[in-house]
């Protein structure tokens, strides 16, 4: 008997860097995902149909590891994944690989997790074992993505919140193409140069900073925290004008403080903005290559798609719909 069990990817509308600082983000999961098919064996083995992330292994071992770290022990099984979320392109497809598994251990020893348990149990996977100083936030709506609507969540409280993302506005994901090696070490150099400004500026962590003192890096989560809250409530209030000045201005400080774009995402953004019926345009993720997240007037979406296409021969442009999060569909 297989029992399935399915979890998305996801892009992050705004609130870049900042869920490690814990601040807020504002991230959607998308209908890219992966499938994990399971059947009692006699041996644990995993296998995969299509790519995986380098060392995939790895996030599935992760959270089996937090498994037996919480005293779960999950009988021997086959699990077999497939995935649609493309690699490198910053969407996420470590966490639909680390959720998917984890749903499906879960239910091998019939345990009903709390989803915001499962979130950090497959966190602490991919710090603990794959080496990456993740925060929660891809695990997060991989669990909590409902249909039509992004999720604000304060990184720190954990508390949460939907935001309806109107019927007639469109989300356009960019691929680059490009995945620069140093994407994972420069993560963690980030990580260390926010505790370090933290530490500096006297504060626990760099969501209680006021002031940057200096640092470039406390300058752009102190305004990526607060163009977070001011994007929900342009959002609530479908304002588009400031949605995508907010967004503007998200990508030019990830691209001039956090340093963390590269050349084909700024030139995806510019080209953007000179696209019909483009309302917001920034890069999405990690950076260092990956890709943009686009909103676009629905009923331009063809014309926008197209003129992208022209301008950017090279990207890989997919429309999706906000989805909803990991399940069981079998
Ligand atoms: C990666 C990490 C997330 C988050 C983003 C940047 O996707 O996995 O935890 O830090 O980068 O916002």
Known sequence: MTKRFWAPGRVNLI????????????????ELGTTV?????????????TAAPAGWEKYVEGVLAQMRARGLEPPPLALHFESTVPLGAGLSSSAALEVSTALALLEAVGVEMPLMDVARLCQQAEVETVGLGCGIMDMFISLHGREGQAMLLDCRTLEYKAAPIPADIAMVIADTGVRHELAGSEYNTRKRECAEAARALGVSS?????????????????????????FAAALAANDRAAMGELMAASHASLRDDYEVSCRELD????????????IGSRMTGGGFGGSTINLVEERQTDEFVAALKDLCPGARLRVSRASGGARRIQ
Not at 220 to 227: C, K, L
């Open 15 to 30: 609130g870049e860097h900042t869920d490690y600082n814990d601040g807020y983000v504002m991230p959607v999961a998308i």
């Open 206 to 230: 760099l969501r209680d900073a006021v002031e940057d003192g200096g640092s470039k890096r406390a300058r752009h989560v102190i305004g990526e925290n607060r163009r977070v809250v001011e």
């Open 267 to 278: 030139e995806l953004v510019e080209c953007a903005a000179r696209c019909p019926g483009v």
């Open 37 to 49: 098919s399971v059947t009692p064996a006699e041996t644990m083995r995993y296998t995969t149909a």
